[in-house]
């Protein structure tokens, strides 16, 4: 290694890292270990911490990250697909490995070993980013783009504070090249106030329809502004902090947005709008949450010049991410896993399902785990209007790790007998006892909830597991 | 409280259990709510509409006036640092009236930051003073940016017996030499992880760091909070009709073997104090 020149040795450190990563991939999907997405990458790092630097960069269309609290991964996902309907090459990060070990993994994964990436100079990189990784990643990556969803209180065990996530953000974007386009979401004042100091190009999108304003808002965070301190007035809100806002005191307000959705209709199984410059589309994904997000993928589609045609396309083609109302049948039940992850996630979970026809009642069951991944702290289910559905379930459960908490929550949001279902196996059971051929089932768990389902509706033949599932 | 105050907060309404109802002022609820805090009223008021008594919620904001004669009851929670400071001001404008009220047997409530803001006085790591309403003698010192927050399950021995619940707070809480704790630690940091104390409690008025839905898994505080809200109104004799607590002691018994399952798993038997 002495006698080799300073770049010859970054080339094998990074091909003893990449032959690292490969080997800890196979290792860890031959030992059973889930799906082997992150572990390669966290031997890699430790091989190398310049990894994503080294791969990153080799990307001739450059990278665009997407990241927020909520909708990152739907996101990334329309605009993966709107890219394959471009025909531009691209690489991205698989669904929950958002930390740098994860995007480590996919480009040590798409490397040859001499760490190399194979027609890199026509390769686009799209990183679905956790919120606290964004500084790092935005000082490896170098990106063209970065694109943010929302900002939500999240699990504070592990993020602390929404203000610690926020200027989290502010120091990504000090280490992030000065023309790089910023996609915010004009929405959401804490993701607006981005702006300020940003002197390269900014990308707004945003909803634009009065019918969706409501006065029911969930579990609100309070937000001030950064500037004078003021609090926000809403002509319109659509959920939580989100909506047509203006300060009261100094009077900065929403922008005016360039990727705009009006016209929305949502459906169980789908959303249709209209959007400035694309024209009117159809996804099969619904909920306003959702629309914002597809919006966000609309103005990265914009900024990376794709064709009209590629965005309605890629709309219309986007299958629900792992457990975002994907639809499972079971012995003839249409089981509908509705993923929520924090309180603002699952208030807009609960929201649809107010919303929709409940024919002859729903069948609901939530599913909370309290592990890392979930979030140790299980007080945010405190914070979620159950208590909206009450009146539109025929039957109902509660399951997970922590079911004797969920069950007290239901009963308190006045759910009719919520049954307290301990595993997965019983649960399953015990909807298919409740239930018949042709019903639908909401199942709403947490994270790791949603493995456990996944892992008892695999056991069934329901569902392949999660890593052979793109 | 004297005879005739307590006629002049009853009136009518005592000789008849069928209308009884507690006041409760939920105190800046839009900026003190940061994990969980509405399952505290969520809880107050199923305990109570399951008893028949009615549940009369007000919400105070900063500027709002604010008339303690008018409550049988005070909640706040926790909020994040930079909402504290937004929301201090105006407590303290309102802290002699709090203070008096409790001293004629109004209950409270104060969870997490809430706590901190009914104590004397928060000390940040750089020695700014955010001054409190003093219910509780009690200071909390912020170690600073650096130090670790303390995280994690706590599980309490109190006067109402085991307490359950959640923490996660920076500054650490020293309370003066005649204030006594609201409970004393087995699972968690407590007030500061170094003496074994968590939270605070006087007369009717109890400060505690476990955050959010602390009364929905812990029933006995809830109703003691009840009961001092109706005698605070009613008079002494009044007493609660036990409820079937099944669900609710199924959920605190699993908070308290996650913490101890928790507790073993980290290799530390308990010591408060281990950050
Ligand atoms: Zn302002």
Redesign the pocket.
């Known amino acids: 290694m002495l006698s080799l020149r300073p770049t010859e040795q970054v080339k094998a450190r990074v091909a003893v890292a990449v032959m690292a990563g490969k080997g800890a991939a196979v290792a860890s999907r031959l030992l059973g270990r889930g799906g082997g997405t992150a572990l390669p990458g966290l031997v890699a790092e430790r091989v190398d911490g310049t990894i994503v630097r080294d791969l990153g960069r080799q990307l001739g269309r450059g990278s665009v990250l997407v990241t927020g609290t909520n909708g990152k991964t739907t996101t990334s996902r329309i605009l993966a697909r709107a890219l394959q309907e471009a025909r531009i090459a691209s690489l991205h990060n698989r669904e929950g490995s958002n930390l740098m070990r994860g995007i480590a993994s996919e480009l040590i994964a798409r490397a040859g070993p001499f760490g190399r990436i194979p027609a890199a100079a026509e390769t686009l990189g799209l990183f679905e980013t956790d919120e606290a990784t964004l500084p790092a990643a935005a000082a490896s990556l170098a990106p063209r783009a970065i694109a943010f969803t929302n900002l939500f209180r999240d699990q504070l065990d592990r993020y602390g504070e929404v203000d610690t996530v926020a200027a989290l953000w502010r120091d990504a974007l000090a280490l992030t090249p000065k023309d790089a386009t910023l996609v915010l979401n004009a929405d959401d004042p804490s993701v607006a106030e981005l702006a300020d100091g940003w002197a390269g190009p900014i990308h707004w999108f945003g909803l634009d329809d009065p019918a969706f304003a409501t006065e029911q808002v969930g579990a609100v965070d309070a937000r001030w ?1 950064r ?2 301190g ?1 609090s926000f007035a809403y002509s319109r809100r659509y959920f939580a902090h989100a909506g047509w806002w203006r ?1 009261t ?2 009077g ?1 307000a929403r922008a005016e947005t360039e990727t705009t959705a009006t016209d929305i209709r949502l459906e169980l199984e789908r959303a249709t709008f209209r959007v400035s410059g694309v024209g009117e589309v159809t996804m099969p994904l619904t909920g306003l949450y959702n629309v914002s997000n597809a919006l966000a993928a609309v103005a990265l589609a914009k900024i990376l010049e794709l064709p009209a045609a590629a965005v309605v396309a890629g709309l219309a083609g986007v299958r629900p991410a792992f457990g975002r109302q994907e639809l499972v049948e079971l012995e003839g039940r249409r089981l509908r896993l509705m993923l929520c992850k924090n309180p603002a996630g699952a208030n807009q979970v609960f929201r649809l399902l107010a919303a929709i026809d409940p024919g002859p009642g729903l069948n609901v069951a939530v599913l909370l785990n309290d592990r890392f991944a979930d979030g140790r702290d299980v007080s945010w289910i405190w914070d979620v209007d159950y208590e909206i559905v009450k009146d539109r379930l025929a039957a109902c459960w509660a399951s997970g790790d922590r079911v004797e908490d969920m069950a007290l929550r239901l009963r308190y949001a006045g759910w009719p007998s919520p049954e307290a279902v301990k595993g997965p196996a019983a649960l399953l059971d015990a909807v298919l006892a409740a239930t018949h051929a042709g019903n639908d089932v909401f199942l709403v768990p947490t994270y790791t909830a949603l493995l456990d389902l996944r892992a008892e509706l695999a056991r069934r033949g329901a569902v392949r597991e999660f890593w052979k599932n793109d | 409280m004297s005879a005739a105050q307590r006629v002049g907060y009853t009136g009518a309404m005592a000789a008849d259990p069928a209308t009884r109802s507690i006041r409760v002022a939920h105190l800046y609820p839009d900026v003190m709510n940061v994990y969980g805090d509405r399952g505290n009223v969520i809880a107050l008021r199923y305990r109570c509409e399951a008893r028949g008594i009615g549940f009369e919620l007000a919400e105070v904001n900063v500027g709002d006036p604010f008339d303690p004669a008018a409550f049988d009851l005070v909640l706040i929670g926790g909020g994040q640092d930079r909402e504290q400071r937004r929301i201090a001001g105006d407590l303290v404008a309102k802290g002699p009236d709090i203070r008096a009220a409790i001293d004629r047997g109004m209950a409270a409530l104060a969870v997490c930051g809430g706590f901190q803001l009914f104590a004397s006085r928060y000390v940040d790591h750089d020695g700014g003073v955010i001054p409190g309403i003093g219910v509780f003698d009690a200071e909390t010192r912020h170690p600073g940016p650096l130090a670790d927050r303390c995280i994690g399950d706590v599980v309490l021995m109190t006067g109402l017996g085991e307490v359950v619940g959640f923490e996660n707070h920076g500054g650490r809480t020293y309370l003066g030499p005649r204030q006594a704790p609201f409970g004393t630690v087995r699972r968690g940091f407590g007030n500061n992880g170094e003496d074994g104390g968590e939270g605070a409690i006087y007369r009717n008025a109890y400060g505690t760091y476990l955050h959010g839905s602390v009364l929905p898994k812990n029933p006995a505080l809830a109703d003691a909070l009840i009961l001092a809200a109706l005698r605070h109104r009613y008079g002494r004799e009044i007493e609660l009709a036990p409820l079937a607590d099944d669900a609710e002691q199924a959920a605190h018994q699993a908070a308290a073997h996650v913490a101890e399952r928790r507790s073993r798993a980290a290799g530390s038997p308990h010591i408060a104090g281990n950050h």
């Open positions: 502004c500037t004078c003021g300060c005191g100094c900065r």
